[in-house]
């Protein structure tokens, strides 16, 4: 696989359908690739029983981009893939845009889907993101991860 | 040459600015102390030196960018 990055970190909403057509257009060799997993996290409206209105999503510009990149590299090196792709929202995000997008390219799915789930489950835990909820009253900071 | 301290999220907020500047500081926690006036650290507080998670007692160099956030994403830390 090439040295690329395969990590963007956007201001504005994406299709996360779109980028996946596009990517595997432009950046894989047809014919090659058996199994193409993907995960797309959304936002809800709802969170620990309360109503969420909208969410800030902040990040630290630069060890993000490191981190996703070494989350790539960690997967490639585990797994026999052929490419990977992350695409994450920073900003204002509304409920219902896409906020993540895990893609894998391999040969054969059980690759793909390991790697795929490895890939989110390292961002979630390792990439410096911070969530803010909007709620119908005030504001608050994301303390909990959803288990997986 | 100094250090740059910065801080993100609920850790910005709270110590209320999201970058200083040091002429020194000997080790990370001590970065925090004089950042932040000696304010506790929160258990939880993440740190990193030039975008590398380190421990609190890693010595920061002159030049080092000193980074202090909570738990990323909301979720437990696995380094």
Same mark, same amino acid.
């Given at each position: $696989?090439?040295?690329?990055?395969?990590? #963007? &970190?956007?201001? @504005?909403?994406?299709d996360? =359908?779109?980028?996946?057509?596009?990517?595997?257009?432009?950046?894989?060799?047809q014919?090659?690739?058996?199994?193409?997993?993907?995960?797309?996290?959304?936002?809800?409206?709802?969170?620990?029983?309360?109503?969420?209105?909208?969410?800030?999503?902040?990040?630290?510009?630069? $060890?993000?981009?490191?981190?996703?990149? #070494? &989350?790539?590299? @960690?997967?490639?090196?585990? =797994?026999?893939?052929?490419?990977?792709?992350?695409?994450h929202?920073?900003?204002?995000?509304?409920?219902?845009?896409p906020?993540?997008?895990t893609?894998?390219?391999?040969?054969?799915?059980?690759?793909?889907?390991?790697?795929?789930?490895?890939?989110?489950?390292?961002?979630?835990?390792?990439?410096?993101?911070?969530? #803010?909820?909007?709620?119908?009253?005030?504001?608050? =900071?994301?303390d909990?991860?959803?288990?997986? | 040459?100094?250090?740059?301290?910065?801080?993100?999220?609920?850790?910005?907020?709270?110590?209320?600015?999201?970058?200083?500047?040091?002429?020194?500081?000997?080790?990370?926690q001590?970065?925090w102390?004089?950042?932040?006036?000696?304010?506790?650290?929160?258990?939880?507080?993440?740190?990193?030196?030039?975008?590398?998670?380190?421990?609190a007692?890693?010595?920061?160099?002159?030049?080092?960018?000193?980074?202090?956030?909570?738990?990323?994403?909301g979720?437990?830390h696995?380094?």
């Open positions: $696989m090439p040295d690329k990055s395969h990590c #963007k &970190i956007l201001n @504005e909403p994406f996360p =359908w779109k980028e996946t057509q596009l990517y595997q257009q432009d950046q894989l060799e014919g090659k690739y058996g199994a193409t997993a993907s995960f797309v996290g959304t936002m809800r409206d709802f969170n620990q029983g309360d109503n969420v209105t909208s969410m800030t999503l902040e990040h630290y510009p630069g $060890m993000t981009e490191s981190y996703l990149d #070494k &989350i790539c590299e @960690e997967a490639r090196q585990r =797994w026999n893939l052929l490419d990977c792709l992350i695409i929202r920073v900003g204002e995000i509304q409920p219902n845009d906020i993540v997008l893609v894998v390219w391999s040969a054969h799915r059980k690759e793909a889907f390991e790697a795929c789930r490895y890939l989110m489950e390292e961002l979630k835990s390792r990439a410096p993101f911070w969530k #803010k909820e909007g709620l119908d009253e005030g504001h608050r =900071w994301v909990k991860n959803t288990p997986g | 040459m100094s250090i740059t301290v910065k801080f993100f999220a609920r850790l910005r907020e709270q110590v209320g600015h999201a970058e200083l500047t040091l002429d020194s500081a000997g080790d990370v001590s970065a102390d004089q950042a932040t006036q000696n304010m506790d650290m929160p258990d939880n507080t993440l740190c990193a030196i030039n975008m590398e998670y380190v421990d007692s890693t010595r920061v160099q002159d030049g080092d960018e000193v980074a202090f956030f909570p738990p990323v994403t979720g437990s696995a380094r």
